[in-house]
């Protein structure tokens, strides 16, 4: 994936709960078309689970940890697994009345990629050397966040776990919803 970085970005945004907020950003990453050519479709307004599904944008408004309220995520870097992006999240705080950076996920998030965001999770992944493998399920609710489960596996070796092992989701299965 091509991409054009932007250095000290200054953002505004406006929804309907948000009347206007200026963020200043040190990075923000648009990805750009293959072969050389201009930007692609920058931004994104809508469900988190289509953005991933139609592409990587720069900078996605979406409600994220479903309390109603519109979210941004911000791709602001390249420290996913082997490059690949990472973002700062932005979580409106009703009380504030104003987006605010939640470090607590990004903290969740290092050095793992995401794959897609569903109802309030976060589902991520790591590759480490040709054999390590791992996943997670991150819970977003308010301005909290958790991880509500976990795995890492190895494809190599007399432990290694098959194809039908790694696509088997049912260690994601989950009794209860993310906390408040």
Not at 70 to 97: C, H, I, M, Q
Not at 149 to 159: K, L, M, N
Request: net charge negative; with cysteine; hydrophobic share 35%.
């Amino acid at each position: 994936m091509s991409k054009l970085i932007c250095r000290n970005v200054r953002l505004t945004i406006s929804t309907s709960t948000l009347q206007s907020q200026t963020l200043m950003l040190p990075e923000v990453w648009i990805p750009k078309k293959l072969p050389p050519g201009p930007v692609a479709r920058t931004g994104f307004r809508g469900s988190s689970s289509l953005a991933f599904a139609d592409g990587w944008y720069g900078v996605m408004l979406s409600d994220i940890n479903v309390d109603g309220y519109e979210d941004l995520v911000v791709w602001s870097g390249s420290d996913g697994t082997y490059g690949d992006p990472s973002y700062t999240y932005f979580l409106y705080d009703k009380n504030a009345r104003r987006l605010s950076e939640n470090a607590m996920l990004a903290k969740l998030m290092e050095w793992h990629s995401l794959s897609r965001i569903i109802d309030g999770r976060l589902f991520a992944w790591y590759r480490s050397g040709p054999c390590d493998r791992g996943e997670k399920l991150i819970g977003i609710r308010g301005n909290g966040a958790e991880i509500l489960a976990s795995r890492d596996y190895t494809t190599c070796g007399e432990h290694a776990l098959d194809g039908e092992g790694i696509s088997d989701d049912s260690w994601m299965k989950l009794k209860e919803e993310p906390k408040q």
